[in-house]
């Protein structure tokens, strides 16, 4: 008898839990965003962030777009033969990496390195009381560890994916000219004419967003990190996992947004 | 002057403390002493609304602490039990970490890091090691460096000399004691070590099950008929303090 509603206990025990990390998820944004305006600022921290985010995610990145333009070219190809459309592999593979596979696939493998080490950083410093300490220095931790992260993650990722762009593009190049008969001005002209200043522009946006939410929820789940060493394994995989879907999730809203609103 | 009135924090069923009262004065030695995971550190977590409590409330200098905490953080300085240390950081930029917010150039500030560095019995070529590449007495030498670093007025420190030897106790405890007589700070200090307590401290609380047991200036300690506070001063394992707890 008592079987059904436990069930339903279940259901609703689950149901609150998600609003109340969506509610608390949404404080920890605006409490970002205001120590990201107001003072004090730490540039040394900024700087320091952007380097351990920005540059050392090049190599993981460039490769990433690299091999993703490559197989772009040989797979628009091969459908593009079944229609006599060979001649779109430029554009197609351009508008392809620039709109969608740079900034998501690029996305993905920094929220794989970063997410994961900002939680496993923030984690430790909760759980060996290093936050409360920063309190105690009168440094708030939102402005000294989330800010600069953030603030690094959301201006580094367009960046990154800027680059990831013409590495991609190149990647297609390679394979178009040297595998499927490419004649190497034609590619390059094809490229230029068909891409717009709309497709960069929407994708370095998304990468900007993608690049926020990437460092917030490394640090939501850092901050709120259970005790010990398991607390911290925790927050690293929720991170990850976190910031991924919800990369996805965000790609497709600003999909809309940008392109059918 | 710090006082809490009626302190009570549980974390779920667990309750820690139970209607603590204390009270400090103006440029003297609190020592909070009692059994292991009795609430001491929540104590003084609870002050600096590290943790917050379920009811009661503390005053500095007979006003609310809310609403002045910055103020209050401002002036003061602790060492952690586990130490707390930047481990992202050198040693001497842990230690000058609050100086390096004022006007002071960055040389001043590691100046001062190495002058407070050998205060705690620390050599000039620790301030440029990582807190991982220290021993555990000397992370915590280095966490009092740091809590002293800035001359607060307040201090709190937990458990500072445990994890040294005899000598470098004997050090720390000269150290507590001149912080509190020269400089007039105002202390509280947890501590286990008896004669820590007897060197550094005004007077004493002991904490149990949540409550403060007994409390008094230091010279009454030895005389007092509290059984608790007797067994804990000869540390036998017969008495009315339970041994698992
Ligand atoms: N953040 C927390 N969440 C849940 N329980 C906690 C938390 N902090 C402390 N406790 C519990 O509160 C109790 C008192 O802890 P506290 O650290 O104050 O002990 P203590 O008196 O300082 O002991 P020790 O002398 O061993 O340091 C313990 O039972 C501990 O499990
Ligand atoms: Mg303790």
Redesign the interface.
Known sequence: MTYPIHILAAIGRATIAFFASIGSVTLFIAHTIRAIFAPPYYPREILKQFIAIGYFSLPVVGLTALFTGAALALQIYAGGARFNAEAVVPSIVAIGMVRELGPVLGGLMVAGRVSSSIAAEIGTMRVTEQIDALTTLSTDPMKYLVAPRTLAATIGLPILAGIGDVIGIMGGYLVGTTRLGFNSGNYITNTIDFLETADVTSGLIKASVFGFIIAIMGAYQGYNSGRGAQGVGRATTNAVVSASVLILAANYILNELFFFA | MIELRNISKSFGANHVLRDVSLKVDQGKSLAIIGGSGTGKSVTL?CI???IKPDSGEILIDNQSIEGQR?AF??K???L?Q?G?????LPVWHNVA??LL?GERSKEECRDIAIQKLKRVGLQERVADLFPAELSGGMQKRVGLA?AIAADPEIIFFDEPTTGLDPIMSGVINELIREIVTEMGATTMTITHDMTSVRAIADHVAMIHEGKVQWHGPVADMDAASDPYLSQFLTGSAQGPIEAVR
Do not use: C, N, V
């Open positions: 977590k600096l609304g590290l910055e953080f401002a003061f300085g602790m952690f586990g707390a240390l930047f481990d992202s970490f609050r917010q740091r």
